[in-house]
């Protein structure tokens, strides 16, 4: 992630979201921001590699009660995705390890179709209606993943891991506030 100190901001309406995004609880530092902007504006799905839990509490409280949260080894979780897809909903899919599961390829690669005037997106054996609404976040404990390139292709890898100069920033805006 580019570090240059909000960098990637350019207009007001980004100082409008990053405002939000920090009353979410998005540590407000240069470095959680760029990373933020860059899940923001990103094509793919963000995979963010986050052991102190910033980003994963940021997500919670951004999208707030209609998120829905899964993992890997939850039994409804692809009825869970198939819910939030046609619905709109949000997905947060924790604690990922170093593979994901290959029934989320279709929804990872945004495999949307288009038949008979709808949307569609194909999850095991049914197509299932695409809302436009629904998106869907990654996130790892591990501190140094190392995804093969299969899995680096279908989403963006996002560290969110805690640097010195973001640490430094984050208690400079805790002293500021006290």
């Not at 993943?145 to 984050?170: A, R, S």
Request: with cysteine.
């Amino acid at each position: 992630p580019c570090t240059s100190g909000y960098s990637l901001r350019a207009t007001l309406g980004d100082e409008v979201a990053i405002r939000s995004w920090t009353i979410s609880k998005l540590p407000n530092d240069s470095y959680s921001i760029d990373n933020a902007i860059m899940l923001s504006r990103s094509a793919r799905w963000p995979l963010m590699i986050d052991p102190q839990g910033q980003a994963n509490k940021w997500i919670r409280n951004k999208e707030g009660e209609f998120l829905k949260i899964i993992d890997l080894k939850m039994k409804n979780m692809l009825l869970t995705v198939e819910n939030a897809i046609q619905f709109g909903s949000p997905v947060l899919l924790e604690n990922v390890e170093e593979e994901l599961d290959p029934s989320l390829e279709p929804v990872l690669l945004k495999q949307v179709f288009k038949k008979g005037g709808q949307y569609l997106i194909r999850l095991g054996s049914s197509d299932v209606p695409y809302n436009d609404e629904f998106r869907f976040f990654v996130t790892t404990k591990l501190a140094n993943p190392h995804y093969l390139p299969e899995v680096c292709i279908k989403v963006t890898i996002i560290n969110f891991t805690v640097t010195m100069l973001g640490l430094e920033d984050q208690l400079l805006v805790d002293v500021i506030k006290n």
